[in-house]
């Protein structure tokens, strides 16, 4: 039955197109709304800044300072071997020498009493 606004297919057809842009506008801007949650929820200081006032802390400033050290009058020492009251060493210790092949087995248990 034809109306003066037209059939009932066409209707539907309008509907659905309105209905398709309108659920991709609200699609979008869901997801802008959840990105902007997101935002805030990761970063609270963000949340502040727009919405409060926003303090920075203030950063002191630095001061270098340098230490002139007294010169010394007496002539220079020379260090020691040894140090820490220890005895000289002559004899260096073992080198660590690596295997050349890779056992297959274990070596044999020595049985202690």
Known sequence: MNTLRG????IGQQRGVKRSRSFAVSVAVHAV???????????????????GKHRSVEVPAERIGFLRLPKSTSPAVQGRSGGDNLPISRTPAPRVIAP??????????QETP
Do not use: C, E, H, Q
């Open 100 to 109: 050349s092949a890779v056992p297959t087995a274990l070596p044999p248990v």
């Open 33 to 51: 709304i959840a990105m902007a949650l997101v935002r805030f929820l990761i970063s609270p200081s963000a949340f502040t800044m727009i919405f």
């Open 7 to 10: 059939s009932d297919r066409d």
